[in-house]
């Protein structure tokens, strides 16, 4: 056989920089994980503030009825703590796992690369933040108070229907409501990506526009509670994210000369 059925091993010189960029992208990860870390001892250390925080809308919701949160397993406190501390200790460390990203890849970008690129990165964790902050200020007060109606006083020869929820199922709820509408508010930064990256464009998004919006609906009755309110409530936010998103894109292709 011949020397070329083999591929010849990579010399010294082409092998030094996938090894560099490998050494940088661990630095990185490490450097994440780590702030991850930083950010679960914190919120472990406050958990009980953290939970308080959590649970202040259907307090507030309840109006001091005399409910309570229960749990019934002997470690599920103690297990739910651990997982409020991870997921707080995760969106703590939103900003710096952003900046490592960046600090990842601006080096072998141009300057015009670093100057599209940037205000992407700093949209990333404002926009999760801002679905957060809507899930918890506007989504939870009404929610709440929408399931808390279902309850029933007791009468005579009749039983009362009072809610007891469990501390896991109810941090559980709100931990996925909040980084649903996190992530929800992202599609611009991707859709723009996309556009800017050629694999779709204006165009594009406008004659999916109509198949969008079903798409939407659905995943906000996926994401949410099943109530009509928590389900517009992230719907229509994302269909002006949409239209946003469109704008973007044609803002990015006039910007490309395209």
Request: glycine share 6%; hydrophobic share 60%; proline share 5%.
């Amino acid at each position: 056989m011949t020397k070329d059925f083999f591929i010849d091993p990579p010399t010294d010189a082409e092998a030094s920089p996938l090894l560099v960029h490998a050494m940088e992208l661990r630095r990185r990860l490490v450097t994440s994980m780590l702030a991850i870390l930083a950010g679960f001892i914190v919120c472990f250390i406050f958990a009980q503030e953290l939970y308080g925080f959590l649970v202040k809308p259907l307090a507030e919701a309840t109006s001091g009825d005399g409910h309570r949160m229960i749990y019934t397993g002997l470690t599920e406190a103690f297990i739910t703590y651990i997982r409020l501390a991870l997921w707080g200790g995760f969106i703590l460390a939103i900003p710096i796992i952003a900046a490592q990203v960046w600090l990842y890849v601006a080096p072998g970008l141009y300057a015009s690369e670093k100057k599209a690129f940037l205000p992407f990165l700093i949209a990333t964790p404002l926009l999760f933040f801002l679905g957060a902050a809507m899930a918890y200020y506007i989504v939870f007060p009404v929610a709440w108070k929408f399931f808390l109606s279902f309850e029933i006083m007791g009468e005579a020869g009749s039983l009362p229907i009072q809610m007891e929820a469990r501390v896991s199922e109810y941090l559980s709820l709100a931990m996925t409501i909040i980084f649903a509408f996190g992530l929800s508010f992202e599609m611009p930064v991707a859709l723009i990506l996309l556009a800017r990256a050629g694999l779709t464009s204006a165009a594009k998004l406008v004659r999916f526009r109509r198949f969008a919006i079903v798409l939407i609906f659905a995943v906000a009755a996926v994401l949410t509670p099943p109530d009509v309110f928590s389900q517009i409530a992230l719907a229509l936010p994302m269909l002006l994210l949409y239209e946003i998103s469109i704008l973007g894109a044609k803002w990015v292709e006039k910007n490309r000369g395209t």
